[in-house]
């Protein structure tokens, strides 16, 4: 067991007074030396530990009341700590001083016995309180050692194993009953868990009630079903019987039908014959036909003096932006619809296609890196290549909000137009699409959202610049 720390006051110098007082009434030490001399004959006994930590405290508290020549070497050291760490440190020096040096301890119990009043005087005389701690009259009895001194540190040490076997005993009960509390609780677990146990069983033997119930009605029906299935099968061996009657009969139908079949395709053979013949003075008729028509109206035009028809509907609206170009705005669409070359080829092969291409949208996309006049150049060249493999018309529109100047004439086939100062290339472009006439083949190249809807709605074909850019790296 640790020491008890002691206070950290000195004592008050009136408790230093009654203190000496003690002493100079306290029998003489030469008295206090024989007794202790009879009593050197007997060992010293074994103090319980709450005892002999007690006994330590007292004089570790009453060590710096000795004057200085009354301390003993070993404790002088000691008796210098701070009161709280007087006990803990100097606890075994102490102790044995006080086993050995009967003068030391005598010092020591006078001004113990100062301090502890009328409980010291009770141990003195041997009277102690019924209600006095039996550690602290131990501890005083150990130090003042009267008359059965040792009758007192006994009954200490059995107080103290007393209390401890009360403390043990109280322990076992307080365990007993928590046992107790928990047996009881699990009882009532137990209860509840037999109850929804017994109900399991009343609804587990409903179910098997149920479940047999149902198991006569399916066994009803399995006898129903199988009465059933005997005369479904009586029945379908009848059916068989007039079954192959009837395919007998249907086979001599059907060699019937294939003499008659036989004689149509012979008499069908013949009627080919017959309207063949027919066709070829049919066609030899229209053939005249049409030439006296075409004779008719070469006349006609010779005779109204009209003008061969060399000018297309993109034409017209080329007319109106025969402008000098300007620069290109800057600002690009994203690309929404179909990017596949192959769609771009289809489109091309339909009769007297109009391809119209939105110029900048097509070369900041595949040739951002060359100048403008360089994109112009290699976008213009590239297209002049599609017009003579296909012989369609193409148109390539630019912006023009900026003058340029010194253009490179177009390729054969290939119409360049730049937008007017105000007016855009998508504008340009919807008006050459709205320009064509129902049911022609133009197709848009721009991957500008609102181009390809635009054009969309006037019956075009918008495609994303990538299928251009893909049709002229395989050119």
Same mark, same amino acid.
């Given at each position: 067991m640790s020491l008890p720390e002691p206070s950290d006051d000195r004592p008050p110098v009136a408790a230093v007074d009654a203190a000496r007082t003690a002493e100079a009434d306290a029998p003489p030490d030469d008295a206090l030396a024989g007794t202790d001399a009879e009593l050197d004959l007997e060992p010293e006994p074994v103090l319980p530990e709450q005892v002999r930590q007690r006994v330590v405290a007292l004089a570790a508290t009453a060590l710096p009341g000795l004057p200085g020549d009354e301390l003993p070497v070993a404790l002088r050291k000691v008796a210098k700590f701070a009161p709280n760490r007087r006990a803990r440190l100097g606890g075994a020096a102490i102790a044995t001083q006080l086993a050995g040096d009967p003068l030391f301890r005598q010092r020591i119990t006078n001004r113990v016995l100062a301090e502890a009043g009328e409980l010291g005087a009770a141990v003195i005389e041997g009277a102690c309180p019924a209600a006095a701690d039996p550690?602290?009259?131990?501890a005083l009895a150990y130090l003042a050692r009267p008359a059965g001194w040792r009758d007192l540190v006994e009954a200490a040490g059995a107080a103290v194993r007393a209390e401890a076997d009360s403390a043990v005993v109280a322990e076992l009960v307080r365990e007993a009953e928590q046992r107790a509390t928990r047996a009881e609780h699990d009882r009532a677990v137990a209860k509840v868990e037999a109850d929804? &146990? /017994?109900?399991e069983l009343a609804r587990v033997r409903e179910e098997l009630g149920q479940l047999r119930e149902?198991? /006569?009605? &399916? *066994? #009803?029906?399995l006898r129903e079903t199988q009465a059933r299935e005997r #005369? *479904? *099968?009586e029945l379908l061996a009848t059916e068989k019987g007039r079954a192959n009657r009837a395919a007998a009969d249907h086979d001599a139908e059907l060699r019937r039908v #294939?003499? /008659?079949l036989a004689e149509a395709e012979s008499l069908a053979g013949a009627a080919r014959h017959s309207a063949k013949e027919a066709r070829s003075v049919d066609d030899a008729r229209l053939w005249l036909l049409l030439e006296t028509i075409g004779q008719a109206a070469v006349g006609l035009r010779r005779e109204l003096a009209l003008d061969p028809a060399d000018r297309l509907p993109a034409d017209f609206v080329a007319d109106?932006? *025969?402008?000098?170009?300007g620069a290109p705005d800057k600002a690009r669409a994203r690309a929404q619809d179909a990017d596949d070359p192959g769609r771009l080829d289809q489109l091309l092969a339909l009769p007297r296609a109009h391809l119209v291409v939105d110029g900048y949208n097509v070369t900041k996309r595949g040739f951002a890196e060359m100048s403008l006049e360089q994109q112009r150049k290699r976008l213009i060249t590239g297209l002049g290549g599609i017009a003579a493999q296909t012989g369609d018309e193409v148109t390539v529109v630019f912006d023009g909000a900026e003058r340029v100047h010194g253009l490179p004439p177009a390729p054969r086939g290939v119409r360049v137009l730049f937008s007017r100062k105000g007016e855009t290339a998508d504008e340009l472009i919807r008006r050459l699409v709205r320009a064509e006439p129902a049911g022609r083949a133009v197709v848009v190249i721009s991957s500008d959202r609102e181009v390809a809807d635009g054009v969309r709605r006037h019956g075009a074909y918008p495609l994303g610049a990538d299928s251009l850019l893909r049709r002229l790296a395989r050119s």
């Open positions: 550690v602290e009259v131990a929804k &146990l /017994r109900d149902e198991s /006569r009605v &399916l *066994a #009803r029906t #005369r *479904a *099968a #294939r003499a /008659r109106e932006f *025969a402008e000098v170009p």
